[in-house]
T-cell receptor
Framework: DSGVTQTPKHLITATGQRVTLRCSPR?????VYWYQQSLDQGLQFLIQ???????AKGNILERFSAQQFPDLHSELNLSSLELGDSALYFC??????????FGSGTQLSVL | AQSVAQPEDQVNVAEGNPLTVKCTYS??????LFWYVQYPNRGLQFLLK??????LVKGSYGFEAEFNKSQTSFHLKKPSALVSDSALYFC?????????????FGKGTHLIIQP
């Protein structure tokens, strides 16, 4: 068990809809990262937050947004969903640079 | 910009034989290098990392990796493979001089250990 909790584990929705993915980092970890994993794109870095502030942006679409709350949990919001957004979304947290602890992921299916 | 290449989509090894999973990297400065493993329906798990020091790094589950600066490589190795080592392996890099802490991952290599 990595100590990172992601909910829900599975999410099935329709095109055009909006969903929210939630992540609780390990106790004491200030950084939260969001990654998208798909068969064709591999593991893509989306965004990083550190202690409530956005730290770095990767290949995150404008339809997607994230935030980190004062209790350090984070949410990834995906809107105007398309079929191609179907993927496994991982959250990871870290205390020191580089060693990331990953949650089990949220499997998003857009129908 | 930083990048990682894993040239093999799949590596097949017989149980008991040594295994190597290849990784090459590109960074503008000095690299932090990592290997992660992903088992089916699970998140990625940290195996080992290189920051500075000895070029041979030892990690979890008997794995080790060799850093080669001249070849910009960081290959993952194990002397004797187990069937339970079958999984998806990711190499990752972080540019020490970069502003972000995020890692850039390779596309992953499926390691299949045959009994």
């Amino acid at each position: 068990d990595s100590g990172v909790t992601q909910t829900p584990k599975h999410l099935i929705t329709a095109t055009g809809q909006r969903v929210t993915l939630r992540c609780s980092p390990r106790s004491g970890d200030l950084s939260v990262y969001w990654y998208q994993q798909s068969l064709d794109q591999g593991l893509q870095f989306l965004i990083q937050y550190y202690n409530g502030e956005e730290r770095a942006k990767g290949n995150i679409l404008e339809r997607f947004s994230a935030q980190q709350f004062p209790d350090l949990h984070s949410e990834l919001n995906l809107s105007s969903l398309e079929l191609g957004d179907s993927a496994l979304y991982f959250c990871a947290s870290s205390y020191t640079s580089g060693k990331l602890f990953f949650g089990s992921g949220t499997q998003l299916s857009v129908l | 910009a930083q990048s990682v290449a894993q040239p093999e989509d799949q590596v097949n090894v017989a149980e008991g034989n040594p295994l190597t999973v290849k990784c090459t990297y590109s960074v503008s400065g000095n690299p932090y290098l990592f290997w992660y493993v992903q088992y089916p329906n699970r998140g990625l798990q940290f195996l080992l990392k290189y920051i500075t020091g000895d070029n041979l790094v030892k990690g979890s589950y008997g794995f080790e990796a060799e850093f080669n600066k001249s070849q910009t490589s960081f290959h993952l190795k194990k002397p004797s493979a187990l069937v339970s080592d079958s999984a998806l392996y990711f190499c990752a890099v972080r540019d020490i001089g970069g502003g972000a802490d995020g890692l850039t991952f390779g596309k992953g290599t499926h390691l299949i250990i045959q009994p």
